[in-house]
């Protein structure tokens, strides 16, 4: 990795994203979506490897964020070093062999892509010295793009390149020399000169013309292949050497471009980003203002409803209660991804927010019909909240989405306070949704049962009463729960009733 994502000697450790929360979260489908480019993209196992707990590696890439985001023509020069370095990590593939048509075409460029090398990485360096960098990340950026301009074998090979290759990155006038023998075969051959096209031969157009035959036509590309061809490997292997290390900055450069790219999407919708301030790993700290699901987002959705929340600092498990489609889900969402955003060292969407790291984030959703197939869907369920019980730790970041729906709700309610209370007793928080309103009601008995560990907390979902209807507001409170789902009310909003 290059020295965006890092500090200086810090290396990279892998985070704790789970398969399983991959697909909960849709990670893929946000990554797909915030991805600079169809061809320079990032997929959702590169950003998971990215993930970390580590405070210094997020406060590192959010000053790196920063910079790009205050500064559009930053960003516009970061993309022209991307494509400078995506150009030069395509000649590192190698060069054509053989002596077909296109081989020539193919060495000939390597002489054009030698002058690029020399006057792209001059463009970029200049580009990006008319900026004042703050962010540790920028500023070892450019001290690495200047050894490169500044070496002594990048200035050698700029003073003597007109000298030397003249001619070579667009040639239009070749003088070849050959001798036949008495039966018209090749017996010496060399390439005497090649020039860049200026006009001069117009004035030598009364000239007798040679037609050369197709055999003709052969030979001479095949002399010219084999003429260029030792220098055209020279070019390729300095250009590949010089860039080796800076190609490292690739990755960096499509991540952070990303990033940026996600947050201009959320404010061309009204919404409001932030770099949330780091609090300590002890305090499990999770408290945002106007907090929103970026997936609403991606999908296009027009109107787009953020909630405020804030967990106890050292750890909480609320408990979500409310009407069916009221937007449980979708904030059970927007926690875990602004959590999750927050360790890529990205922006989240929020107002204002203040997070502690977590270890992991664990999810537990309601299998589809195509994973419970082959061994039912209880024994699915069962399974994955084994794998989340056996993997997390203290302050690991749970979250429940309306769990054991395939057994009875007396079953349902039993094994989940007991999951509860294993998950209060380690010390972890999250969030857990559920349609069985006494998981909130009786949480005082696993409290005084459990004194230690997470606090217990019960939210809802809000609905505004006129009248003899409910109307959804898809807002969150902390409140007991109504023990009401609403089903009256969905059913009118489908025309049932």
Same mark, same amino acid.
């Given at each position: 990795?290059? #020295? ?145 301009? #500044? ?97 490292? @900055? ?23 980003? #932030? ?12 408290? @945002? ?40 889900? @979708? ?167």
């Amino acid at each position: 990795m290059g #020295c965006l994502l890092y500090p200086e000697g810090m290396l990279p450790m892998p985070g704790n994203i789970p398969d399983q929360t991959t697909e909960d979260l849709q990670l893929e489908r946000l990554a797909a979506f915030m991805s600079w480019t169809h061809y320079l993209k990032i997929s959702a196992a590169e950003l998971n490897a990215l993930w970390t707990e580590d405070p210094a590696v997020i406060s590192h890439r959010q000053a790196v964020l920063r910079e790009i985001l205050v500064n559009p023509e930053l960003g516009k020069a970061l993309d022209m070093l991307l494509g400078c370095i995506d150009g030069w990590e395509g000649r590192a593939g190698g060069i054509r062999r053989g002596l077909d048509n296109m081989a020539v075409g193919i060495n000939m460029t390597d002489f054009g892509n030698l002058d690029s090398y020399i006057k792209k990485l001059d463009a970029v360096y200049n580009e990006l010295g008319k900026f004042s960098f703050r962010s540790a990340g920028m500023k070892a950026l450019y001290e690495k793009l200047g050894s490169m301009r #500044c070496s002594e074998r990048f200035e050698n090979v700029k003073k003597s390149f007109e000298a030397l290759c003249r001619g070579y990155a667009a040639p239009k006038l070749m003088r070849l020399g050959f001798n036949l023998d008495g039966e018209l075969k090749l017996s010496a051959y060399k390439l005497l000169y090649m020039e860049q096209y200026t006009g001069e031969e117009e004035k030598k157009s009364k000239k007798r013309k040679l037609w050369f035959t197709q055999k003709a036509m052969e030979t001479n590309n095949m002399l010219l292949q084999r003429s260029v061809q030792s220098a055209s490997q020279a070019i390729g292997a300095f250009v590949s050497r010089e860039t080796m290390e800076f190609r490292s @900055v690739k990755k960096d450069l499509i991540f952070f471009l990303s990033l940026g790219k996600l947050c201009r999407a959320w404010e061309e919708k009204g919404l409001k980003w #932030c770099f949330p301030k780091l609090c300590p790993v002890s305090e499990k700290a999770f408290a @945002v203002k106007d907090m929103f699901n970026p997936l609403l987002v991606v999908g296009g959705r027009e109107t787009i409803i953020t909630n405020d929340i804030e967990l106890k600092k050292g750890g909480e498990i609320l408990v979500l209660t409310g009407a069916n489609q009221g937007g449980k889900t @979708v904030f059970l969402l927007s926690t875990a991804l602004t959590q999750w955003l927050f360790q890529l060292g990205a922006a989240v969407p929020c107002e204002s927010a203040q997070i502690s790291p977590v270890s992991g984030i664990f999810t537990v959703f309601s299998p589809n019909n195509t994973e419970h197939k082959t061994r039912g869907l209880l024994a699915e369920e069962a399974q994955r909240i084994a794998n989340v019980v056996s993997s997390v730790k203290e302050n690991s970041m749970v979250l429940f989405n309306e769990p054991l729906t395939s057994t009875s709700p007396s079953e349902t309610k039993s094994i989940s306070l007991d999951v509860i209370a294993a998950f209060k007793a380690v010390g972890m928080h999250g969030v857990w949704v559920t349609h069985i309103h006494e998981l909130a009601s009786e949480r005082s008995k696993i409290e005084a049962a459990i004194p230690w560990g997470s606090s217990l907390g019960s939210i809802r979902i809000v609905m505004d009463r006129t009248g003899d209807e409910s109307v959804f507001t898809y807002k969150v409170e902390r409140a007991e729960p109504e023990f009401n789902s609403y089903a009256s009310e969905v059913l009118r909003r489908k025309g049932v009733t």
